[in-house]
């Protein structure tokens, strides 16, 4: 069965950049499309960015998003990851990762997730 696990957050200041990375084990993660999610204190969960399986060729992100964050996979190394530039108090939150057999942003069509990675953003 899928196991994914989150690592990469911390504590950035305000127009930092992090990289948050999704490893998959026991099993090949090209299969999935993967998605990263994140949930602040006290918010629902939101869809940050979505790939798609095999070569990635198709992605999404959601509109807060503004050109600010990048995702891509390496299947080699069986991980995603999600690059998040110029950062925001507000983009503080726990990040997840996802696997799911379609790519999108709602959080209720994901099988697998990973445990989370804490994202503060703060000076």
């Known amino acids: 069965q899928l196991q994914l696990v989150e690592s990469g957050g911390g504590l950035v200041q305000p127009g930092g950049s992090l990289r948050l990375s999704c490893a998959g084990s026991?099993?090949?993660?090209?299969?999935?499309?993967i998605g990263w999610f994140r949930q602040a204190p006290g918010k629902e969960r939101e869809g940050v960015s979505c790939i798609s399986s095999g070569g990635g060729d198709t992605t999404n992100y959601g509109d807060f998003v503004k050109g600010r964050f990048t995702i891509s996979r390496d299947n080699a190394k069986n991980t995603v990851y999600l690059q998040m530039n110029s950062l925001k108090p507000e983009d503080t939150a726990v990040y997840y990762c996802?696997?799911?057999?379609?790519?999108?942003?709602?959080?209720?069509?994901?099988?697998?997730w990973g445990p989370g990675t804490e994202v503060t953003v703060s000076s």
């Open positions: 996802a696997a799911s057999r379609w790519c999108g942003l709602w959080s209720g069509q994901y099988d697998y």
């Open positions: 026991g099993s090949t993660l090209d299969y999935y499309n």
